[in-house]
């Protein structure tokens, strides 16, 4: 599901930006399950900001351990994702979603929010793919994006530290397109 309408002719100083970090316990929506959310606003004229940040219990065994640490345990008395649905519509609401990797992102968000009976489609853009759209090269992991603009990265594959780390690229990004003469999404 992609709905950007209206998201061309928004400013991109303007807009405020809510990007989104998911870990799950897999790579197939449906099969596997969000097991933790970090939102991260990036509203103009502040500094970006850590806005929800939260463990889900999977409602199923944990897997991808290996990836991101957390295990049953940890998510044993966690709120399921339908627990935390109101909030994070709350979060997202009036901002344009990124992620650094939006596809992978907004389809467990499209299935999580169906699972749950919520009907929400926000514009959404994908952060992996401006740098090659900003010329700034090819696109690449949140790692080497980062550390080519000076943005520390801590603890990859921990929500909180992907989205902060994908909301201070966003910034920088932003600042380049500013710097080249792109004033809204469409440019």
Avoid: W
Avoid at 6 to 14: A, C, H, P, T
Avoid at 28 to 36: I, M, N, S
Avoid at 49 to 78: C, F, K, Q, W, Y
Avoid at 111 to 119: C, P, Y
């Amino acid at each position: 599901m992609r709905n950007n309408s209206g998201i061309l002719d928004r400013n991109l100083s303007e807009s405020p930006i809510a990007v989104i970090d998911f870990e799950t316990t897999g790579l197939t929506p449906g099969v596997d399950r969000v097991v933790e959310i970090s939102v991260v606003r990036v509203d103009p004229g502040e500094e970006p900001r850590l806005v929800l940040d939260t463990l889900v219990n999977p409602m199923r065994r944990m897997s991808a351990t290996e990836i991101h640490g957390i295990t049953d345990a940890d998510v044993a008395n966690a709120p399921r994702f339908t627990d935390l649905v109101g909030v994070l519509i709350e979060v997202l609401h009036g901002c344009v979603l990124a992620a650094y990797n939006v596809y992978f992102d907004i389809k467990f968000l499209n299935f999580e929010l169906e699972n749950a009976g919520v009907s929400y489609a926000p514009p959404h853009f994908c952060l992996m793919y401006l740098k090659p759209m900003l010329g700034l090269g090819n696109r690449c992991k949140l790692e080497e994006a980062c550390r080519e603009q000076g943005i520390e990265l801590t603890g990859g594959h921990i929500a909180a530290h992907d989205a902060l780390a994908s909301g201070k690229l966003y910034r920088r990004y932003q600042q380049i397109a500013q710097d080249k003469g792109i004033k809204t999404f469409g440019d």
